[in-house]
């Protein structure tokens, strides 16, 4: 059996902080570990992380809760990671000085990110939330985002494609509480209160952690209201969580992931921010009808009788929550596979002959400004030429010692105009993207100059190609009777 490549997490969590990041990452490792060998790595973890983690990562490394970031990710970066690992980050420590320091040790690195706060290196970004775009970040071109519920980093029990909801109507209603495992500010309270001066909720389920500081408070409100069924539930299993949601008919949640997992399961929801990072979620789920302010709890229900209002409210929250993205999440890691064993050369004498063939096949002359075939006798000419001239840069992409493509930087007088071609045996699967990173990255070690690009109007994939890459569109060119989309790229 092929021993399986290494994906490495780093995410911390306590009681002050909470346990999201650690969660999430480790959702994400129960998605991909049947690929890969899961390693965890955090600081300090207690007992009940342990044992979270112990459940789904092939293995932990624990880090000592003092030290600078600095000097940790230089020493993960010498002594734990290695080159064919895949490294995912998921927290606010993780500025680009140490995203500087780990991206070379390793294959690729990801960040979990749903702040958009500081500059990202790495080579790819997810952000589960809705109405983030590109252009809100700061990062390198070559950085590719995932933005999106379709992304959504969940635990499986709460991937459920086809749901039936509870309705909601004039009879006792059965409600869901859950602010987080420590809830410092003690929400769950003033949910519970929410719900208490409602005469149609019947029972309560309310979710904490072993951490949670107002369980006495908490109790005595629940002993002086007995006409409710409250019912406490503490450190549940995502099973026992994802049952609790299903036979609810509302939530009050935070806005965090707790929230999505709702949505995938449960009823009618509505959510607090307890936290600045939530903002985020919460201003999708309440601008997209997904989530009610908890403020708004009893008046929404009451209002929530009519059949055709709980279907159209249940209609658009699955547009959000379809329960496919674990295969979302699946594509962009085998996305990220693709570029394994992918090399790149300078192209060399050796090579004239592979530029030959490149240059006449028929689809790449007629993307070409001049469509005629060429002759060998002015290739070699040409290609000679590009080899002794400084203002040329070839470069031959290799996988696995195969060329499967070239990109050729020429000078020009306002930066360094680019073209490229894919061997016919490896198109339309995505090298085009792959071989332009890869050379672009090459070029940019010793030269900072825009580069600049010239593709036909009719040439949809290579158009796309280069707005992927987070070139700009630049005013189009006429060249004959030929239209070109002009695109740049900032040093």
């Known amino acids: 059996m092929m021993k ?16 999201g990041h650690v969660i999430r990452s480790l959702s ?38 003092n030290g600078t970031y600095k000097t940790e990710a230089g020493r993960l970066a010498k002594e734990f990671i290695q080159k064919e690992d895949i490294v ?33 290196i790495s080579d790819v970004v997810i952000n589960h939330s809705e109405g983030i775009r590109r252009s809100d970040y700061s990062a390198e071109f070559y950085t590719k ?25 004039n009879n006792k209603h059965r409600v ?15 949910a519970l209160q929410l719900c ?44 026992q969580m994802a049952a609790l949601m299903k036979r609810s008919a509302a939530g009050i949640c935070s806005a965090s992931t707790v929230s999505y997992e709702y949505s995938c399961l449960g009823g009618m929801l509505f959510i607090y921010q307890t936290v600045s990072n939530q903002k985020n979620i919460y201003s999708f789920l309440i601008k997209t009808g997904c989530a009610f ?54 192209a060399a004498p050796g090579d004239l002959l592979t530029y030959f063939r490149w240059a006449n096949d028929p689809s790449v002359r007629q993307n070409a400004v001049n469509t005629a075939s060429i002759a060998l006798e002015d290739h070699t000419k040409w290609f000679k030429g590009k080899l002794k001239n400084k203002g040329a840069k070839l470069y031959v992409i290799e996988k696995a010692n195969t060329p499967i493509g070239q990109v050729r930087l020429d000078k020009a007088e306002n930066g360094w ?23 672009i990255i090459q070029f940019r070690k010793k030269h900072s100059d825009p580069v600049i690009a010239r593709v036909k109007r009719i040439n949809v994939a290579s158009n796309k190609v280069f707005l992927r890459l987070n070139f700009k569109e630049d005013k189009a060119q006429k060249i004959g009777r030929e239209t070109y989309k002009c695109y740049s790229l900032e040093g």
Do not use: W
Request: with cysteine; net charge positive; charged share 25%.
């Open 88 to 120: 995912i980050l998921d927290g606010y420590g993780y500025d680009a000085a140490y995203q500087s320091a780990l991206k070379p040790a390793c294959f690729k690195l990801v960040c979990i990110d749903d702040i958009h706060d500081r500059h990202f």
């Open 145 to 169: 985002f995932y933005l999106g519920t379709q992304y959504a980093i969940l635990r499986k029990a709460f991937f459920v494609k086809k749901r039936n909801y509870l309705p909601l109507s």
């Open 196 to 239: 208490l001066g409602n005469k149609n909720i019947q029972s309560i389920d309310i979710v904490t952690g072993s951490y949670y500081k107002h369980l006495d408070e908490l109790k005595q409100v629940i002993s002086a209201n007995k006409n409710f069924k409250i019912r406490l539930h503490f450190n549940l299993t995502e099973k």
């Open 176 to 190: 869901f509480i859950n602010l987080g495992g420590t809830d410092q500010q003690n929400y769950t309270q003033r």
């Open 4 to 19: 399986k490549k290494r994906m490495i997490f780093r995410a911390d969590g306590d009681l002050v902080a909470g346990y």
């Open 293 to 346: 302010p908890a403020a708004t709890f009893n008046r929404q229900i009451a209002g929530m009788s009519a059949a055709a209002k709980k279907e159209s409210y249940f209609i658009n929250r699955s547009r959000y929550f379809s329960g496919n993205s674990p295969d979302h999440l699946r594509s962009v890691f085998k996305q990220l596979e693709s570029e394994r064993d992918i090399t790149i050369r300078q």
């Open 28 to 65: 994400l490792a129960a998605i991909l570990k049947n690929k890969y060998h899961c390693v965890f790595i955090i600081r300090s973890p207690d007992v009940f992380l342990k044992k979270q983690i112990a459940e789904i990562c092939d293995e932990l490394i624990e880090l000592p809760g």
């Open 417 to 439: 105009e680019v073209d490229y071609s894919i061997d016919k045996k490896f198109r339309g699967k995505g090298f085009g993207e792959i071989i332009l990173r890869f050379a």
